[in-house]
């Protein structure tokens, strides 16, 4: 806690065009690291974006720190947690401040997490008390109260609303540091992680690393072999929804969700899964969620970090297929995912 130094904001583009609420939070961030007696910087992931860099200085930042790359045009959870993450752990900063939109709200709990930290999310009013704390204030209880947060570990980490703080004047005039960073990507096939051996598979759901999750898009009982395929490659275990469990095709003990378990691993495959709520209450907290069904608007795109849209007689036996073979070439050089 007493190394970290420093307020920092996640400065969120698209296309290049930095989000209006990065420039509030450089506003607020910069009243509160005069306050502190520290730097106010900023993570800027793109691609070339060296103006939108010298606009955050113009806008209050000390330092910004820029990752340019092809890659990080677009917002990508995998490659933008990386590389926000290793920044976060270099600098070490005591705030880091993100816009509470579905790309903060998205990022935040991620890096929250991969840190060992709280986050408050949608906060309206940010403070620094006497000891030097952050106070993130929100409203809470349908908004009856105005809950006042405080968090033990560093960094203090919070989502913003957007039009709710005041940002600076734009000065042309200001200097600022802009540190170009190394790049991190993120190999897809590496979440597939060092790959563990066949004998973990005997563990349990809710301890499982990897579930491969099927529901109501298989037709028959004996097309619970692909999972068992797709398990089998990747090391993991076999969960279902609810109506595979009320078919009879699968015990109690394999449900995900509110009637069964809670599962968090660091892969899930949701195959024929469409995402109902109960099902969500038992798996959205796994680290990274892949979803395998042909329709597009199914809700588990909504929560899902890679997404395939076709038929998945097609797509699990191909992606069964591809593991198996990445095993055979080199089944110790897969990079574990952090
Ligand atoms: C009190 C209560 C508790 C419940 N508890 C749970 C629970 O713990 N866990 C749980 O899972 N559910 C639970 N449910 C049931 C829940 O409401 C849903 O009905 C259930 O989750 C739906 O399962 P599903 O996604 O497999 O099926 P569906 O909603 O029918 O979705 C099937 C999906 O498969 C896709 N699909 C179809 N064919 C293909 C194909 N060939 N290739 C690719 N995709 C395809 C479809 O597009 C669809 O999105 C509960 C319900 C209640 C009322």
Redesign the pocket.
């Known amino acids: 806690m007493s190394d970290s130094s420093g307020v920092m904001v996640f400065a969120e583009q698209t296309e290049g065009k930095v989000h209006p609420v990065v420039h509030e939070l450089l506003g607020k961030g910069r009243e509160m690291a005069d306050e502190l007696g520290v730097e106010l910087s900023a993570v800027l992931l793109g691609s070339n974006v060296d103006n939108a860099a010298q606009e955050l200085v113009y806008r209050g930042a000390d330092t910004v720190y820029l990752c340019d790359d092809e890659a990080l045009a677009a917002f990508d959870i995998m490659n933008y947690r990386k590389n926000v993450l290793a920044i976060a752990q270099e600098v070490r900063p005591e705030i880091l401040l993100l816009g509470a939109t579905p790309i903060g709200r998205s990022l935040g709990p991620r890096i929250a997490a991969a840190l060992g930290t709280g986050l408050t999310a949608d906060c309206t009013t940010l403070e620094i008390d006497e000891h030097h704390h952050l106070v993130q204030i929100r409203p809470a209880f349908s908004g009856n109260i105005l809950a006042h947060i405080k968090t033990e570990t560093r960094p203090q980490m919070a989502t913003v609303r957007y039009k709710i703080m005041q940002a600076l004047e734009r000065d042309c005039t200001r200097t600022g540091r802009i540190i170009r960073t190394d790049v991190l990507l993120e190999d897809p096939l590496a979440v597939l992680a060092k790959l563990p051996a066949e004998d973990e598979q005997k563990q349990g759901l809710s301890e499982a690393e990897i579930v491969v999750c099927g529901?109501?898009?298989l037709k028959k009982p004996e097309d619970i072999a692909l999972l068992h395929d797709l398990a089998q490659a990747v090391g993991g275990v076999v969960g279902c929804?609810?109506?595979?469990v009320d078919e009879g095709w699968l015990d109690k003990e394999h449900?995900?969700?509110?009637?069964?378990n809670t599962v968090r691993p660091r892969l899930y495959f949701a195959i024929?899964?469409?995402?109902?709520s109960?099902?969500l209450i038992?798996m959205r907290a796994a680290d990274t969620i892949v979803a395998?069904?042909?329709?597009p608007t199914?809700p588990i795109f909504e929560v899902a970090d890679y997404g395939m849209v076709?038929?998945?007689?097609d797509l699990v036996p191909r992606l069964t297929a591809a593991v198996k073979k990445m095993r055979e070439a080199d089944d110790t050089a897969i990079p574990v995912c952090a």
């Open positions: 529901g109501r898009g929804s609810k109506p595979l449900l995900v969700g509110f009637s069964g024929g899964v469409s995402g109902s109960q099902h038992g395998i069904n042909s329709d199914a076709g038929n998945l007689y």
